[in-house]
């Protein structure tokens, strides 16, 4: 681990990261960087394990469970990772026990577990979004498709880990998503609440604050790669790579994001239900300006893997003062262009193949200006330490620093080349400059 011997004990500051993904990682390893910071993960992975940082077990997913568990850490900052267990209340339970947390309450993280009550904060905030509505039989959905065309998309309201949105293009698509949500009749849905929405065209961008639930801090901009496949094709994913900042954007672009911030936090107050954390508006970049496709109440993956790095060696100090009321009004970030690739197992995001054998990883490791995230890693079983094999969809995300997006982008894929999985995939087009243009 990494300890600052100059350092009196009694300064060193105590973070627990929650969660496990390439994001907490990026998290925690910003900490580790950070002089006086003791960094714990829990569960994290053990890819993650370069020496900087201490692992806790999982705690339980009861929130009050977890909450007595992280509470007896008696640590100085919590930072909550996944949406999972910010909708399911941890925040809520740490707050009840005086632990200093950075994440939302589970009413504020409503904003990413129910896309209706998004859209109802959306409405009352006057936020630009596409135009909706709630759906429960086929009848009503062709109904919508003879009112606003093709692309319609159709959502589940609550959290789908990304996956649970469908862009519609033509008769062909409405028919294959209508068998996926509806028995025979087409009179009930097979799963939860879901809602039809005009499509939208124009290139995304996630925004990303940290807020304590009236003032903001910007993150720089970022895009991710949401389709599995090169050229925007195939099934949404996680996410399969990122960038920084998003080429194109103006100071209007910006103002009108703020805006966008602004009111979301302002509807949320107004609901009872203020929001501190990290606040993550997808937004799209329309013919009529910003709107807003979705919210969600943490920071994004693979976005943290580009976008926590521009931090500096600040991040402990601005996650402490995050926690406990104090943000700062400004921050310099570093702005360096940034590329992160995501490797992924085979089969991903249908039926991903896991327990491949990960090979080059210290060699990437050994490369400048190149950081490589863990998510689903583990030890082989009966394996050493350093003997890695993956163990989730999303496997790593190398992170490459450059001068232009160009040259980063290049870094990142010569990292990648130094990588081995059997049957790996990663999209080869991610910041490349004819993908940037059409998007
Ligand atoms: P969401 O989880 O709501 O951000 O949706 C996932 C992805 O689906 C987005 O990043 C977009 O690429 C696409 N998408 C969502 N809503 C719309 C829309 N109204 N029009 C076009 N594409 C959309
Ligand atoms: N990269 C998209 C997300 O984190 O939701």
Redesign the pocket.
Known sequence: MRMSHTMPKGSRKKFIVVGQGGREHALSHALSLSPGAEVLVSPGNPGMDDGGLHFLESFPDDPKEASERIAAQKPDVVIVGPEKPLVAGLVDCLQARSVPVVGPTAEAARIEGS?LFAKEIMRQSGIPT?EFSEVTTVDEIRTLVRKWGY?L?L?EDGL?Q?K??W?MKTEDDLKEVLDRYFDREGKKPTTGRIYA?????GP?VSYIVMTDGERFLPFPTAR?F?RIGDGDTGP?TGGMGALTPVPGWTAKDDESARTVIERCLWGLRKNGTPFRGFLYA?L?KTPSGIMV??FNARFGDPEAQVLVPQVGDSFSELMEGLAKGSLPSGHDFKGKPTVGVVLASPGYPEKPVTGGKILGIDKVRALDGVTLYSAGIAISPGGGKTDLVSSGGRVLTVSAEGDTLSAARQLAYSAMGLLHLPGGRFRTDIALSESLEHR
């Open positions: 896309k596409a692309p998309v959502k789908a990304g649970g949105v862009v929405e005009k499509g939208l065209s995304e991710d949401k949404n997808g799209m496709l979705e």
